[in-house]
């Protein structure tokens, strides 16, 4: 995410999308809201039958709005 996240800062409206490996969106958010405002963070849980799932995370601004900023995650 752009916001909750150690290392994650950002400034705009930011979106988070997690794509599976067919490109699928199976998880996004574009406000978190509460003390991250316009900025995102996406909780994405999987269960162990998904081990070599492969996914990828794509971060972006939202809407025709600039934003900039450094995107984190954590796994565990």
Known sequence: ???????ANAVGDT?????D???WVVAEND???G?????S???FRTDESA???QYQIR????????????AAYVTY
Do not use: K, P
């Open 1 to 7: 995410g752009t916001c909750a996240v150690d290392g």
């Open 15 to 19: 979106i988070v999308r997690v794509h």
């Open 21 to 23: 490996s067919t490109g």
């Open 31 to 33: 406000d978190a809201f």
């Open 35 to 39: 003390t991250c405002g316009g900025l």
């Open 41 to 43: 963070r996406v909780v």
């Open 51 to 53: 081990q070599t799932a």
């Open 59 to 70: 971060v972006g601004c939202f809407g025709n709005t600039s934003c900039r900023g450094t």
